[in-house]
């Protein structure tokens, strides 16, 4: 291992600076997935406050899923050739930067370039904090452990971000913007005094900047023209161009990476089975779940007339049961692998959207809303530690932020375009302003959310396997073609 840190075996406890660096990288993660959710409230007192249209509005938004999702790529391969901790905390002390900036400015474009620099910084920070609990803790029981505390802070932010919106909403949306700062200022302090050294990769000294800027730019104009696409129409001549010119990219990308001595993405590692299947799924996952985040919050406040606060407290439960879950899953993926928790999790996700398609203009919470949340959290407990946990398995710690990063891109870019997919089909049905004609645009976006989430269960589904089966995984320093077999010390490595 790379760590100094002294890991402890399987009956040992951790010591208190293991635990203390564990926390300084979950709450990083935190502020990452808070950040996403948490401005999702505020819109609309940021519009009044800084009279803003809503074109320009969306880029608040969307100014944080170009940064966080075109630079993912190059923030986990930076973390591997530069040195996990120091990308972690240079990132880490932007991102507190760019949040004081976003609270104080009184444009729409410096807030838009605030949140654009958040989103960039988090792109360094969220793989290089995996990759450093990867290379830290031993594959197995221990790294499963201490993944699903950290994956679960990561969940835990994205619901908690909506709650604590609707409460810092009522003082001012500033405050939104101001509150992950000095969380991010006490992670740096802290994390400078107990974040473990951690080596370059000295095995090359090639960086990949052909396939950065290929890589990164083909991310970057994908998301922006699936976020545009609604807008300038998807069949209209610029979404085509924008398309055709993402393909143009993806193609140099590839064949960059298959000739360079240093890729930015070694394509050997999609070999994998369980890894090509954690991608989807990761997409299908984050997908529908934005796009389910984004119209029952819609619902709830334009056709059930809720305020900003009744509508964050809504989504409560499923953050509570995601909190109080976070010590559970390792075991839960030690006993019966990832792909298991992972369809089970999926199967939940499924029926959470299924259930709320009951909805009407006057639903009983307890009975119409409730379960719904209650299966969404356990949902998000049980599949996004999992697939983190099969994305780094079988993964060579000089590769672990590449891994961490394609996740964390996939994560995002699905994220970005399956929204943009769900709000084009809510915006074809809207055919009015009435709660009733409302309630029936969001209908079909419901159906597409499902059907998404159904999508990343049958992909889950493949890879189930019989007991006596022992799949394996490519590794990094194997020859194209070969595959070593992971250790079969628990049943997480031997899915």
């Not at 049961?321 to 996700?349: C, E, M, N, Q, Y």
Request: glycine share 10%.
């Amino acid at each position: 291992m790379t760590s100094p840190l002294n890991v402890p075996t399987s009956q040992e406890r951790w010591s208190p600076r293991l635990w203390g660096t564990l926390l300084v990288l979950c709450a990083a993660m935190f502020l990452d997935a808070l950040d996403v959710s948490m401005v999702g409230v505020a819109l609309p007192s940021i519009a009044t406050d800084l009279d803003l249209t809503t074109s320009t509005l969306q880029w608040i938004v969307s100014g944080y899923i170009l940064g966080y999702g075109g630079l993912l790529l190059l923030g986990g391969r930076a973390a591997d050739l530069m040195g996990r901790r120091q990308v972690f905390l240079i990132a880490l002390a932007v991102f507190a930067l760019a949040s004081l900036l976003g609270g104080l400015v009184d444009s729409g474009p410096l807030l838009i370039a605030s949140r654009f620099i958040k989103g960039l910084s988090a792109a360094f920070t969220a793989p290089a904090g995996l990759s450093i609990i990867t290379t830290t803790f031993k594959e197995g029981p221990q790294r499963n452990r201490a993944l699903s505390i950290y994956t679960t802070c990561a969940a835990t932010g994205f619901s908690m971000g909506l709650v604590l919106s609707g409460l810092l909403t009522e003082l001012s949306w500033r405050w939104t913007m101001l509150l992950p700062a000095p969380v991010a200022v006490i992670a740096l302090v802290v994390g400078l005094k107990l974040i473990p050294k951690s080596p370059r990769d000295e095995g090359s000294r090639h960086y990949d900047i052909p396939g950065a800027i290929t890589g990164t730019g083909a991310m970057l104009l994908l998301v922006y023209t699936v976020v545009q696409a609604p807008e300038a129409g998807w069949l209209s001549a610029r979404t085509l161009l924008s398309f055709l010119a993402v393909a143009v990219l993806l193609v140099l990308f590839v064949t960059i990476e298959r000739r360079t001595a240093s890729p930015l993405i070694r394509l050997g590692v999609l070999r994998s089975g369980a890894q090509v299947r954690t991608q989807l799924g990761a997409a299908a996952f984050f997908g529908s779940y934005v796009g389910f985040q984004f119209m029952v919050t819609q619902y709830m406040q334009s056709v059930l007339q809720w305020t900003a606060l009744q509508t964050a407290l809504a989504f409560l439960p499923a953050g509570v049961l995601v909190a109080l879950s976070s010590t559970k899953i390792g075991s839960v993926v030690d006993r019966f692998g990832t792909p298991r928790v992972i369809a089970v999790g999926f199967s939940a996700l499924v029926a959470a959207y299924a259930l709320f398609l009951r909805i009407d203009l006057d639903p009983q919470y307890a009975v119409v809303i409730l379960p719904s949340m209650l299966l969404l959290g356990a949902a998000c407990a049980l599949v996004f530690p999992s697939l983190n946990i099969q994305a780094t398995n079988g993964v060579d710690d000089s590769e672990q932020g590449m891994v961490s990063g394609l996740l964390n891109t996939s994560i995002q870019v699905g994220g970005a375009i399956f929204l943009a997919v769900v709000t084009a089909v809510i915006t074809a049905g809207d055919r009015g302003d009435s709660p009733q004609e409302l309630l029936d645009s969001y209908r079909p976006g419901l159906l597409v959310v499902t059907g998404i989430a159904l999508a990343g269960l049958l992909i889950t589904l493949t890879g189930l396997r019989t007991r006596h089966e022992r799949p394996s995984l490519v590794v990094a320093g194997t020859a194209p073609g070969a595959a070593t077999a992971p250790e079969p010390a628990t049943a997480a490595a031997r899915d």
